[in-house]
């Protein structure tokens, strides 16, 4: 059984920061890729933020400069260092784990196959 718990999210005003966490089960080492997403409501869930094993990472265009992706191996635990919000950052964050035989540095929702219940991040203007 794969577990993800998120945590981190709140209200924050523009200009704001938060950081998102999630506690994966077992080795972070077992997942080549590590993500997080975004759903709004009324909108369909999009990638932010992707990082794999050697911690190569990637960003959605929504996002880069602002958010960064790390990993902590050591505490099993994906992080999202998000800075600068907007009220269009506002959405439930997911955190997704893929295990696959042909890893993938990706965003794409189809690229994982274990997601967490989310955390929601409300940003005001």
């Known amino acids: 059984q794969v577990l993800l718990v998120e945590s981190g999210g709140g209200l924050v005003q523009s200009g704001g920061s938060l950081r998102l966490s999630c506690e994966v089960s077992g080795n972070t080492n077992n997942y080549h890729c590590l993500a997080w997403f975004r759903q709004a409501p009324g909108k369909q869930r999009e990638g932010v933020a992707a990082?794999?094993?050697?911690?190569?990472?990637i960003d959605a265009d929504s996002v880069k400069g602002r958010f960064t992706i790390s990993r902590d191996n050591d505490k099993n635990t994906l992080y999202l260092q998000m800075n600068s919000l907007k009220p269009d950052d506002t959405a439930m964050y997911y955190c997704?784990?893929?295990?696959?035989?042909?890893?993938?540095?990706?965003?794409?929702?189809?690229?994982?196959?274990?997601w967490g219940q989310g955390t929601q991040v409300t940003v005001s203007s």
């Open positions: 990082i794999d094993r050697d911690g190569r990472s």
């Open positions: 997704a784990a893929q295990v696959s035989n042909i890893p993938v540095l990706t965003l794409r929702e189809g690229g994982f196959n274990y």
